[in-house]
């Protein structure tokens, strides 16, 4: 899977960055099997199954949410970014301006 590349030799890259990276690539992971398990409830006809599928994919849900916590707890960017963004109201780009000093 090309998420799971380094871009560059493993021997270059800090422990945080590495971190940072399985956190980075294992949140991806989530996120597509929270879009493969809905896609496969809305195209099957059976309801036991869909409700089986439905509650893996929420399961995936709250892993990327664990994972999107420990980023915050653990990089300033992302923390920062999350702050300003989760949660807020109104439209995002005016949250954004508001965020860059331009409303």
Not at 26 to 55: C, F, G, I, N, P
């Amino acid at each position: 899977m090309s998420s799971e590349t380094l871009h560059v030799p493993r021997e270059n890259l800090s422990k945080k960055t590495l971190h940072l990276h399985y956190a980075i690539t294992s949140l991806m992971e989530e996120l597509e099997a929270v879009d493969w398990y809905r896609q496969r409830a809305d195209d099957t006809d059976d309801e036991s199954l869909k409700s089986v599928l439905l509650h893996n994919a929420n399961e995936e849900a709250e892993h990327a949410a664990m994972i999107i916590e420990w980023l915050r707890r653990n990089d300033e960017v992302f923390a920062k970014q999350l702050k300003t963004y989760l949660f807020s109201e109104g439209p995002i780009l005016d949250v954004e301006k508001k965020a860059e000093g331009k409303s």
